[in-house]
């Protein structure tokens, strides 16, 4: 602990937070491409991560999602997560209500049953992923991220490549399951209204290597 | 079904051309001609032994050929240290001579049953496990992301997240190993074991019997074609269905 209080870590306050984020240094290779980043968040409250593409947002993300663990630093991550990627990120495979039992082995087949009507696709269970519509994928994606009610929800640019139509049908549904399930959440957008809408903080990339501006 | 059994019919007409403009039944015989023959060697029960220590023989081979290959393929695409330190063996076995690993093991382990297992086991091991390593390379990273942060169990990633995946590879190398497996195992019969269709065969080229090794050879050939259509395809059938639905 003391080696964290020199490094200027927030200890106290950290405590009561689902998600605690201090990336020291982040780099690939010889380039370096975080440095820094110290930040936490509370239960249900939205935060979002801004900057230009290319800066190391998604980088970030992949760090705090527990996807690389390749750096410097410590970041504390409840057991219960959850993530929507840029892609719906389906299993084709499988039925639509086994993308949600399989991903949550504790849920039976009526909470998915649940959980898929909550995102208005609960008469689609026993289909297959691809014989549903991109909207209708997208909303399976989210119905696996809140189905077990999740202590963090991490969102990845999740309306980026959407028609403005669906866009905003999704950023709705998202803002209301949010508000519902109250998870601690991190989400990367290069959208200013987009993170204005939907969290309570909004947090800045900058600089090379990036950090908190 | 109906183009399958039109070119069936195709190559059985080419046949008997072939033996008609040939007219010598010591070479070609007509294709009437060996179902008598082969009505009595199925009747005296000589020709379902030897199918079946063939079947046996192949089956053996096959599930431990399979068994070997996928892990192996699997761990070799997933680790690309063990595939640099694994790579240069399959290289090695890949262009090793079936004929020399069938003799090779006459050799070490005797005239046996173990001796030809093994034998076409490791003949067709880097075959499998060269197509599967490819599927393995394969994985859907962002899959294995999405499970990762979800915790997916392990044992759950591998069955509903990683074989779904390796399914065609797995598959294609199913199907061609099936077939390289049973012409190896005729051969290693032929060199080295007293029963089986590869000793029957054997035995008739030996008396110069052209019917016989036909009726053998034949034999066989329908049962790999029912195995192919019964089992092989409903299977793959099934596990793309989800592509198709």
């Not at chain 1, 994606?141 to 959407?162: C, T």
């Not at chain 2, 020399?100 to 049953?113: A, K, Q």
């Not at chain 2, 759950?156 to 061609?176: D, G, N, W």
């Not at chain 2, 008739?204 to 195995?227: E, G, K, P, T, W």
Request: charged residues 20%; proline residues 6%.
């Amino acid at each position: 602990m003391d080696d964290a209080a020199t490094l200027g870590t927030p200890g106290a306050a950290l405590e009561n937070c689902v998600i605690s984020v201090d990336v020291i240094r982040k780099s690939f290779g010889d380039s370096h491409v975080l440095r820094d980043i110290r930040f936490a968040v509370e239960k249900g409250e939205t935060v979002a991560i801004r900057g230009p593409s290319g800066i190391g947002k998604t980088t970030l993300l992949r760090l705090i999602a527990g996807i690389d663990t390749a750096f410097e630093g410590e970041i504390r991550r409840p057991d219960a997560m959850a993530i929507v990627f840029q892609e719906p990120t389906l299993l084709p495979w499988r039925t639509v209500s086994q993308n949600i039992t399989l991903v949550h082995p504790e849920l039976d087949r009526d909470s998915a049953r649940a959980a898929l009507e909550k995102v208005g696709i609960g008469d689609k269970a026993d289909l297959f992923p691809g014989q549903l519509s991109l909207g209708q994928q997208r909303r399976l994606s989210l119905a696996r991220a809140f189905a077990a009610r999740p202590d963090l929800l991490i969102l990845d640019e999740p309306f980026v490549s959407l028609d403005p139509l669906l866009a905003e049908e999704m950023l709705t549904l998202t803002e209301a399951l949010i508000r519902e399930y109250r998870p601690a959440t991190i989400f990367v957008t290069h959208d200013a209204d987009e993170a204005a809408r939907l969290s309570d903080r909004i947090l800045t990339l900058g600089g090379a290597p990036a950090t908190l501006v | 079904m109906n183009v399958r059994l039109a070119s069936l019919i195709g190559l059985l007409l080419l046949w008997i051309a072939a033996a008609w403009i040939g007219n010598d039944p010591e070479v070609l015989p007509m294709p009437g001609a060996l179902l008598s023959p082969f009505w009595a060697e199925l009747a005296s029960g000589t020709l379902p032994y030897h199918l079946a220590m063939t079947l046996i023989r192949v089956l053996w081979a096959f599930a431990l050929a399979m068994a070997a290959g996928v892990t192996l393929g699997l761990v070799m695409g997933l680790f690309p240290r063990v595939d640099a330190w694994l790579d240069p063996w399959l290289v090695v076995f890949l262009n090793l001579p079936a004929l020399v690993l069938i003799v090779l093991c006459y050799l070490w382990v005797g005239l046996n049953e173990t001796a030809l297992i093994l034998a076409v086991t490791l003949n067709k091991i880097p075959n499998v496990t060269t197509i599967v390593r490819e599927g393995a390379r394969a994985l859907d990273p962002d899959l294995k992301a999405m499970a990762q942060v979800y915790r997916m169990p392990r044992a759950t990633y591998l069955r509903h997240v990683v074989m779904p995946q390796l399914a065609p590879f797995v598959a294609a190398a199913a199907r061609s190993g099936v077939a390289v497996i049973w012409k190896i195992v005729l051969v290693a019969e032929f060199l080295g074991r007293s029963s089986g269709i590869g000793f029957q065969i054997h035995l008739y080229f030996q008396l110069f019997d052209v019917v016989h090794v036909l009726i053998y050879s034949l034999s066989f050939i329908a049962v790999m074609l029912l195995v192919e259509w019964t089992m092989l395809q409903p299977w793959e059938r099934r596990v793309r269905r989800w592509r198709t639905a």
